[in-house]
Every structure is written in C-alpha cells, then in structure tokens.
C-alpha cells in the first residue's frame, strides 16, 4: 500500500486521533451485542499505547441526524471496549469543544479515550472543515481504521485526514482489509469464484460487471437471482424482482457466458416465508404463480459447492437465501461449510457485506475464513473499483 502506515509513525507522547468504525449493535438496554468491530480495532489501539502514546478514539453510531440522542451513544462501546482493553477507558461527552480539549491534554501516555457519537453533528457528515479543526486540536497525528467508513467523505474520514497532511495514516485494520480484498482482484490465485447474493440487483450491479471481468465464475444466489431469471424469459412466480432493472439484467446475461455466469438450477420454494408448510423444489425458472424463491435449491447446492471445491480464491458478498429464517438457510450453511473447507486446505476466503457476515456468526465459522470484512458498503465500492475518500485522503509515503 502507498500510503502511510501506522508503523511509519512515532506515536511516543503523541496524542493519536483514530478513527474507529464502532457502529455496533445494541439491545434494548445498551449492551453490546456484537463486540466485532470493537475487538477488530485492538491491534491499532495496541500499537499505540504500547509504543507509549495515547489513543483517542471516534466513531459515529446509528443514525441520530445531526442531533444528540442517548439512543445512539457510544458510552456502552467505550465499556466493552474498557472489558476488552483491561484498562480505563475515558469518556468524553462531546467529540469537540473546551471540556473535550481539556481532556485531551490531561491525557498521559497509554491512556484512551473515546469521543461521544460523531453524527451527533450534522457537520460530521457534510465533511465540514470546520468541525474537523475543531477534533484536531485533540491530537498531535492521525490514523484512519474505519474501513467500515471509508467509502463516505465525512469530517472524521476525509477533511480530518487532510488537515493532518504529513501524517494520517493507516491503521492495522484499515491495511488488512484492503491488503485482502486488492489481493482478491489484483493476483487472485485461480481459480478464482466469486458468489454475489442478497436481495436486490440494483446495489450489486457495478460489482457484477467489474467481477466478471476478473472471475473464472461468478454464482448468483439469493433475492437478486429473479430479476436475472425473468429477464432470461423464465417463470418466476411472486418471487422477488425488481421490474426497472430487467433491462441491466439482460445487459449482464448478455455480457458473460454461461461457463462464467452461472444462476441457480433450481430454488426452494414456498407461498410466502411466513408459510412453510409446505415447500417444494423446482427449477429457478419454472416457479408457479403464488409461489416464491427463498433459497437455492438442492441441484444448486450441489452446483455451486462442485464449483467451490476447485477454487483458490473465494469472493463472497451476499446469502444465496433468506438464511434469518432457518427454513431457508440449507443453502446460505453449505455455502458458507464450503468456504470453510477452501480456508482448511490453504484456499484464500474473503466474505465482505453485512449479512453474509451475520450468516457466517449464525453458523459460527467466521474464524474459519481467510478474512471477514468489516465494511459492507466500503467492500462493495473498493470492489466495483471506487476510489475510497477516506483512503484517498491519507498521506501517500511519497509525500513524507
């Protein structure tokens, strides 16, 4: 990587500015659910208190629009984080202002501290300079390890990064998440699979394209896999479809082939998730009216298990079904046993997206693939070839 790492720079007695992506999940008391991110943030963290500086953190949570909400606050991140680090982790109620500042000077070396919710300021969002002075004058140097975030040029991400020209760097995760997936598309070991899933064609439709200029094999499953049925003149039942993208989904069927293209043979099929009463396996294109496509089928399994098995390399982004509802989740399990399978005998894995992430917790094998993805969206747009703001925005070596 060209740019900066966290290990070009000194960090003894400096106050480090880090953003974090610690956008987790809470249930209805405030507890973390999914400490992920949180433990994924270690290392960089880690790295700084031990090389004696000190660590101030920032992230967003949630959605709260430009406004503070106690709903949205990161204090429960900052006490699992506490449990995680076996150290205090300080609080700040604000990411700006005098009493932040304050805090921030009367850091000493190997403490943290965590800055209240990012968005709890619309300036976060519309990378207002501004705001961003206001968060440097926390810390002597900066470090980006929000892979999560970098897909967005926000305050935090990208006008931060600039004002600490000379020396915003990378963070440990933020080099491991594009170390994996620039390795997957620029030397990816062949044979090289790619699975893109979930509901809606119209999110995946540049990465479709890029990958199938890169892939032996592209397999398609999950919601998505109608859209291109229909468009192919099939019979697709209730199943989902989105009627404004027919047009692109005939484009792709007509760009790729059918060696390198493949959809599910067949699809396991109910009236509706709700009524599972009965179920029948048919063939993706011959779905009868009423009826709708939930999860690939048993020939399709097979299908793209076979395919798996050969491959080297392994791109997933998306569930082949609605895996939530364990009725349908047969096909999202074995494709992710498959890739687990791939890991074992020295194969390279790298599943990015949210809920593909969520179905390998479900089956618990994410520890058994190469690399998990932090970032759903920044993974899809580094992969359709997007340059990332919050990437772009650090200092390039050449330039120290």
């Known amino acids: 990587m060209q740019k900066l790492s966290i290990d070009d720079l000194n960090l003894a007695g400096k106050r480090a500015l880090v953003r974090v992506d610690f956008n987790v999940p809470l249930d209805d008391t405030g507890n973390v659910t999914d400490d992920t991110r949180i433990r994924e943030s270690m290392p960089t963290i880690n790295k700084i208190l031990n090389s004696g500086g000190s660590a101030i953190l920032m992230s967003h949570l949630g959605r709260p629009k430009g406004k503070p909400n106690p709903k949205y606050s990161l204090k429960p991140a900052a006490v699992r984080l506490e449990q995680l680090l076996g150290r205090a982790v300080k609080f700040a109620p604000d990411c700006i202002g005098e009493e932040v500042e304050k805090m921030a000077r009367a850091l000493a070396p190997r403490e943290v501290m965590l800055l209240e919710n990012l968005r709890f300021h619309p300036e976060e969002e519309e990378n207002n300079r501004d705001f961003a002075l206001g968060m440097a004058k926390l810390g002597d140097l900066y470090i980006n390890d929000a892979f999560g975030s970098a897909h967005r040029a926000h305050a935090s991400t990208h006008a931060l990064a600039i004002i600490f ?32 899933g979930g509901a809606k064609i119209s999110t995946k ?196």
């Open 205 to 400: 439709i540049d990465v479709i394209n890029r990958l199938l200029e890169q892939v032996d094999t592209l397999l398609i499953g999950g919601g998505m896999t109608y859209t291109l049925v229909k468009a192919k003149g099939g019979q697709i039942g209730a199943s989902l479809c989105e009627a404004d993208k027919l047009g692109v989904a005939r484009e792709i069927m007509t760009a790729s082939t059918a060696t390198k293209l493949k959809l599910p043979v067949d699809s396991v099929i109910a009236k509706s998730p709700e009524e599972i009463g009965e179920l029948r396996n048919v063939k993706s294109d011959d779905i009868p009216d009423g009826w709708m496509g939930l999860d690939i089928g048993k020939d399709a399994r097979e299908q793209f298990i076979n395919t798996l098995k050969t491959a080297n390399t392994v791109l997933w982004n998306g569930p082949v079904g609605m895996f939530e509802n364990d009725t349908f989740a047969t096909g999202t399990c074995a494709i992710a046993r498959t890739l687990a399978e791939v890991t074992a005998r020295g194969g390279i894995t790298v599943v990015g997206g949210g809920d593909s992430v969520a179905a390998l917790n479900k089956f618990n094998l994410a520890d058994k693939m190469s690399h998990v993805s932090t970032g759903g969206g920044a993974s899809l747009e580094f992969l359709e070839g997007k340059v990332l703001p919050g990437v772009d925005a650090l200092t390039d070596k050449a330039v120290r």
């Open 165 to 196: 020209t000379g020396k915003a760097a990378a963070g440990y995760l933020m080099q491991k998440e594009l170390r994996f997936l620039g390795a997957a598309l620029a030397n990816p070991k062949r044979p090289f699979v790619a699975i893109i």
